[in-house]
C-alpha cells in the first residue's frame, strides 16, 4: 500500500475508534512529545479525545505544546490495553522504546486494539497491523506533516507548533543534513499557519543542566590546538561521563553536541573528542 492509501486507513481507524491511545518512547525527545502532541491535536478535529502515554520522565521545557499536561507516565494505568480499539505508537523505534511491549504483544494476539506505527527509524520491530515508516523523514513530526495534508486536516497554530518542535529537534535547529528543501517549505507553511520559530527554538534548547554545563567546561578547558596540522583535541574521562548522571543516550547526546561545538573553531578540519 502507497502512503497515501496507509493514511486512508488510518483516517478510517481513527473515525472507527472511541479510545484511542498515542505512545511516545520511554524518556522522550521533542520529536516523540511533539508528534503525541500534534496526534491529540489531529484526533480532536475528529472529534476524538486521546490519552498519551511517554515512560520515564517528561522534559518540561516542552510545557508550551498544546496537550503536554495530558501526557501520562504512569505505566500502572496502561497495563490492560484491551480497554482502546487503536493504539498509535509514535518515534518508537522498536517495541521495546514503547516501555510496553509485554502489553502490546498480549494484546497483538487478538488483532486488538489495532495498531499503527508512525516512525521515522529504520525497521527494527514487525508488531504494529499498519506501518506507516518513513526512514528518509527528518522526524515523526515531518510524516505527520504528511498525513495532515493527505487528510486535509486543519493546520490550526497549536498544531503548527507541535509539527515544528519535531523537525527544530530533530534537525538539530535546521543544522544538520536532514534539513532537506521539503523540510524548509513545510516550516515555512507552519509559520504561516502561526507557529513561532524563536520561541520552539528557544524551548528546544533550553534542556541543559548545570552538570553538563560543567562537563563543557572541562572538555574547553582541555582543549588544544595543533594549527600545523588543522588539528584540535580535548580529553573527557569515564569519570567526567559519569558526573553528568544520565543515560547512555543522553551521554552520546551530549558527547556530539561538545563535539560539535567545538568543531566551529576557525581553521580546524580535524576535531577529537576522546
Ligand atoms: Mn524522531
Same mark, same amino acid.
Given at each position: 500500500?502507497?502512503? +497515501?492509501?496507509?493514511?486512508?486507513?488510518?483516517?478510517?481507524?481513527?473515525?472507527?475508534?472511541?479510545?484511542?491511545?498515542?505512545?511516545?518512547?520511554?524518556?522522550?525527545?521533542?520529536?516523540?512529545?511533539?508528534?503525541?502532541?500534534?496526534?491529540?491535536?489531529?484526533?480532536?478535529?475528529?472529534?476524538?479525545?486521546?490519552?498519551?502515554?511517554?515512560?520515564?520522565?517528561?522534559?518540561?521545557?516542552?510545557?508550551?505544546?498544546?496537550?503536554?499536561?495530558?501526557?501520562?507516565?504512569?505505566?500502572?494505568?496502561?497495563?490492560?490495553?484491551?480497554?482502546?480499539?487503536?493504539?498509535?505508537?509514535?518515534?518508537?523505534?522498536?517495541?521495546?522504546?514503547?516501555?510496553?511491549?509485554?502489553?502490546?504483544?498480549?494484546?497483538?494476539?487478538?488483532?486488538?486494539?489495532?495498531?499503527?506505527?508512525?516512525?521515522?527509524?529504520?525497521?527494527?520491530?514487525?508488531?504494529?497491523?499498519?506501518?506507516?515508516?518513513?526512514?528518509?523523514?527528518?522526524?515523526?513530526?515531518?510524516?505527520?506533516?504528511?498525513?495532515?495534508?493527505?487528510?486535509?486536516?486543519?493546520?490550526?497554530?497549536?498544531?503548527?507548533?507541535?509539527?515544528?518542535?519535531?523537525?527544530?529537534?530533530?534537525?538539530?535547529?535546521?543544522?544538520?543534513?536532514?534539513?532537506?528543501? +521539503?523540510?524548509?517549505?513545510?516550516?515555512?507553511?507552519?509559520?504561516?499557519?502561526?507557529?513561532?520559530?524563536?520561541?520552539?527554538?528557544?524551548?528546544?534548547?533550553?534542556?541543559?543542566?548545570?552538570?553538563?554545563?560543567?562537563?563543557?567546561?572541562?572538555?574547553?578547558?582541555?582543549?588544544?590546538?595543533?594549527?600545523?596540522?588543522?588539528?584540535?583535541?580535548?580529553?573527557?574521562?569515564?569519570?567526567?561521563?559519569?558526573?553528568?548522571?544520565?543515560?547512555?543516550?543522553?551521554?552520546?547526546?551530549?558527547?556530539?553536541?561538545?563535539?560539535?561545538?567545538?568543531?566551529?573553531?576557525?581553521?580546524?578540519?580535524?576535531?577529537?573528542?576522546?
Amino acid at each position: 500500500m502507497n502512503l +497515501k492509501g496507509k493514511f486512508k486507513v488510518l483516517q478510517q481507524k481513527i473515525s472507527q475508534s472511541n479510545k484511542i491511545l498515542v505512545v511516545g518512547h520511554l524518556r522522550p525527545d521533542g520529536d516523540a512529545i511533539s508528534s503525541g502532541c500534534a496526534i491529540l491535536e489531529i484526533l480532536k478535529q475528529f472529534d476524538k479525545k486521546g490519552e498519551f502515554f511517554c515512560s520515564g520522565n517528561l522534559p518540561f521545557n516542552f510545557n508550551y505544546l498544546p496537550n503536554f499536561y495530558q501526557i501520562s507516565n504512569n505505566k500502572k494505568d496502561f497495563k490492560d490495553l484491551s480497554n482502546f480499539d487503536l493504539l498509535i505508537i509514535v518515534d518508537c523505534g522498536s517495541l521495546a522504546r514503547t516501555d510496553l511491549s509485554q502489553e502490546i504483544k498480549k494484546r497483538r494476539q487478538n488483532n486488538h486494539p489495532y495498531i499503527v506505527e508512525i516512525d521515522h527509524h529504520p525497521k527494527v520491530d514487525d508488531y504494529a497491523n499498519l506501518e506507516i515508516r518513513e526512514p528518509q523523514a527528518a522526524s515523526t513530526t515531518e510524516i505527520i506533516y504528511d498525513l495532515s495534508c493527505a487528510l486535509n486536516i486543519k493546520f490550526t497554530k497549536n498544531l503548527s507548533e507541535s509539527i515544528l518542535t519535531g523537525i527544530i529537534t530533530d534537525t538539530g535547529n535546521f543544522f544538520y543534513p536532514n534539513a532537506t528543501a +521539503k523540510v524548509l517549505k513545510a516550516s515555512a507553511h507552519l509559520l504561516e499557519k502561526g507557529a513561532n520559530l524563536s520561541k520552539i527554538i528557544k524551548h528546544v534548547n533550553s534542556n541543559k543542566n548545570i552538570a553538563t554545563f560543567k562537563l563543557w567546561g572541562l572538555a574547553m578547558e582541555r582543549l588544544e590546538v595543533h594549527p600545523d596540522y588543522d588539528f584540535a583535541f580535548s580529553v573527557l574521562t569515564f569519570k567526567d561521563l559519569q558526573s553528568i548522571n544520565s543515560d547512555s543516550d543522553e551521554i552520546n547526546e551530549t558527547l556530539s553536541s561538545i563535539a560539535g561545538f567545538l568543531s566551529n573553531l576557525a581553521k580546524v578540519s580535524y576535531f577529537i573528542i576522546t
